[in-house]
């Protein structure tokens, strides 16, 4: 294959919601770019980009596909991203190494929620795009309210350069007004003829190609200058302009095809060709430091992994882009994260299952490699040279999907603890966690969707059988009133005895509420605990009553009590504990008893000073078409929300509420049924809040419930 230089690349991501014709559309480039000879289609289970068993299975992309074609010389880099959000890590690993996202639109349903999403991470990461309007051949296809939609959800930089003459059925010409042609198909697809407008189009045509030669102008000084001169921009001129105006985010240009008959998907590359912003045009990658990487072949090499993939019979594959310098087969780089040496053996032009070898990757170039020892999703690959740089990671979304993992097998535990870290390596959207506290291994990802497809991967590519099953929630116990509590450890038993004992008052700890005074504060313990929140501990002991070296013995107990908390053993937090008195025997006085002692003055006191379970609380974001916000509002509220506010964005509302995480399980399911998909979440954890008393019977009952089995 030949070695492309920088500026005979594109680099596209094709990205919207499901169903769109993203991975239809990337079949038809990968036909008309000569990769394939045969056009094969997600209905007929046989295209190029979703070619893995889950995905033939479910008919939709659950990974981002990387793809190529070869159009006019050039090289075309396509990553087909998944369209349901469960898999927005992949998303986001696309849009990171893509210098042009073309959003596909449905025809049929105007802008979605997965437009609307994508969207804003396209605004955030302030990458160039460009409209796609897909399936104008569809009997419901309607382009003009598509259009509609996105002007008003995304402003007037959005921007017709084609339209469909006649969509919907009978559709069969496309109106181009940057060639200012007609493109008419066979009924088949494939080639068209190139026809001039007809004369009752060309006043609409005329007024699409003014609108565009005037955003185009705008995009440098000296076409404006030229557009005023001459009152119009010559070819060149506006190809000039669309560049600029498409890689400095002035200008998004409204396309259309009908990817599934093959019709305007030539049209289209010869534009990504034409008029795309090449590595070099666009703003450029910064290194995390916030450096700018230049993209030039003689720097020292600078690559980056945004994507890994295991592949049956191949094992790891490791997808990356080059940001600097040129990587030759069998060079040895440097993973800057891991701080391993890796050796790229093999390099290859990878179109979803069909690879190619390559010798050489340019700059701005996208390929991959195989058997690297130890690098993952998101590091960096450097030439000695450049030690130390890292290219600015990929900055994934929090977790909002949790459930609890363990093996069929016990004897495979060892297994899925490698390999849950070895997802995670591969899809840093997936995350777990040994919890020590719920005794659960905690296995989180972006919803339902994903965690299925990450246990069929264990499952089907690993051969380890794994169930999921209900994640406990880590509640939290305080008190709300002070209390005191004496107690005596006196144990008499042949030789040494034991003896010790404690009083104390304990109270709720506030942060700035000033201490109590009932008792003088001699010495001040203050313990930021593990899980959240403070224990305090005040040493109000007067006259020697307990010796300063038992304290500590206390405190012990005292945390061991924290750490089990006396209503359903969750950790305790937040309490001021007051030892002012106690006693002690000349010779059985020892730190152990004292230890009991203060553990078991604590349980006593604690019962007595109203206490109460705390649980996690988060901050949920729902975005949701309008005709479903009742229906969202009164779930939530069935969930124990705290409903803050609302705003609307673009067509949708986005309803912020605190809802305690113990409500949201399987929130992504129920959202998802209640709005046939077309609403979106996200959650952060925010604060532990008490939970209202009915909840507290029913956990002091189910705990009760709980000990009196293991008894
Ligand atoms: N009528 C029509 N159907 C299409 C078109 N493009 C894709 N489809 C169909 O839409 C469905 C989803 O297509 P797919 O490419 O998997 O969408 P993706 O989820 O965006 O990748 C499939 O049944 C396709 O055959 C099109 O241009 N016209
Ligand atoms: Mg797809």
Redesign the pocket.
Known sequence: MKVYQTNEIKNIALI??????????AEAMLFEGGVINRRG???DKNSVS?YREIELER???VFSTVLYAEYAGKKINII?CP?FDDFIGEVLAGMKVADTMIM?INAQNGVEVGTEITWRSITRLEKPAVFLI??V??EKANFDESVRQIKTQFGEKAIIAQYPLNPGIGFDSIVDVLKMKMFKFPSGGGTPQILDIPEAEMEKAEEYRNAIIEAAAESEEALMEAFFENGTLSDEELAKGINQGIATRTMFPILC?????NQGVNRFMEFVIENLPSPLEVASTKTAEGNDLAMQENNPQVAFVFKTAVEPHLGEISFFKVYDGIITEAIDLLNANTGSKERLSQLFAVAGKNRQKVEKVCPGDIAATIKLKDTNTNNTLTSSKNQGVKVSPIDYPDPKYRTAVKAKSSSDDEKLATLLKDLNNIDPTLVFEHSKELKQVIFSGQGEMHLNVAKWMIENLNKVEVEYYAPKIPYRETITKSAKSTYRHKKQSGGAGQFGEVHMMIEPHIEGRPDQTEFPIRGKDEVALAWGGKLIFHNCIVGGAIDARFLPAILKGIMEKMEEGPLTGSYARDIIVNVYDGKMHPVDSNEISFKLAGRNAFREAFKNAAPKILEPIYDVEVMVPEDKMGDVMTDLQGRRALIMGMDSEGGYQIIKAKVPLAEMNRYSTSLSSLTSGRATYAMKYAEYQQVPSDVQDQLLKAYEEEEKDED
């Open positions: 919207g919601g499901a169903k769109s014709g993203k991975t239809t559309l289609s997600v209905d979703d008919q939709a992309s087909d369209g596909m897909n399936q051949e569809h095809v009908s990817g599934k008959h």
